[in-house]
């Protein structure tokens, strides 16, 4: 299949539901071969129908050191290199013991940071080194999020996740600097509130959803469809971002250049 991303190979760590699955389709579409990672078996085998005869998955949890290196190989051995990340595996710590700086349990601090960057660093490492192995270059691209650069704090106040978005930022453009004479780009794509199965509990919540009228105000102030982030993912897993590299792109619905309403009460 021709288009911008004809031939190349990606694997998506995350990439059975969501936000990650509609990425996933949207490289497929573009003209990618794809591996997609999971921890759920059944979503990984609905997933790998149907992204079609280019895609395979792999059940495997991001938050363990060897996954992406596993899933990578896997890539490399059935397509025969690796051209791009895409990293969305994540997770919201609330029920872990996430929240508020003097209400964060233990648990939940650890939960949270192995799920959301603790992942993304073995992700962003293993992709790094088959790329130097390869001295062919490449693309990493990172879920971020607004909540890293612009706080809401009565209805979304968890700052262990908060601090591996801002983390996240942090790492890539590290890695961006460092790696950018080898032709090796990190990039982050930072959405807000979209529909997901992670953003239930605030998309089920109609005050919350009254907020989010006036805080997404673009296309009638809505929440966010995963398809929303597809085309960045296209363009940053492609050559058409040759030249960007370091680069945090909000997909927000105006989210952090929006005061936003709260509901009377």
């Known amino acids: ?51 079609g005869s280019d895609a395979d998955g792999m059940v495997a949890d991001a938050g363990a050191p060897t996954t992406a290196e596993r899933a990578i190989a896997k890539a490399v051995q059935q397509f025969g290199n ?37 992942s993304m660093f073995y992700s962003n490492r293993a992709a790094a080194r088959q790329f130097l192995t390869q001295g062919t270059g490449g693309s990493v691209l990172n879920m971020g999020s607004v909540i890293a650069r612009s706080p809401s704090p009565q209805y979304f106040a968890t700052h262990a ?56 105000p673009l296309d009638g102030g809505r929440i966010g469809a995963a398809t929303d982030l597809d085309a960045a993912v296209v363009y940053f897993l492609s050559n058409q971002s040759r030249f960007v590299t370091g680069q945090v792109l909000a997909v927000d619905g105006g989210w952090s250049v929006t005061e936003g309403q709260y509901p009377d009460k």
């Open 161 to 216: 996740y908060a601090t591996t978005k801002t983390a996240i930022e942090g790492m890539t453009t590290a890695a961006a600097a460092y790696y950018a004479n080898r032709q090796i780009r990190f990039n982050v794509v930072a959405p807000a509130l979209v529909e997901t199965p992670m953003a239930q509990r605030a998309a089920r919540n109609d005050e919350i959803r009254q907020y989010i009228s006036t805080k997404q």
């Open 82 to 118: 690796l051209d791009g990340l895409y990293h969305v595996a994540g997770a919201s710590g609330r029920s872990f013991g996430d929240g508020p700086l003097d209400k964060i349990t233990d648990e939940g601090w650890d939960a949270t940071l192995r799920m959301n960057l603790s």
């Open 1 to 51: 299949m021709s288009g911008p991303l004809s031939d190349r190979v990606i694997v998506v760590i995350g990439g059975t539901t969501g936000l990650g699955l509609s990425g996933a389709k949207a490289c497929v579409e573009a003209g990618a071969r794809i591996v997609v990672v999971g921890r759920n078996p059944d979503n990984v085998a609905a997933a790998v129908e149907a992204l």
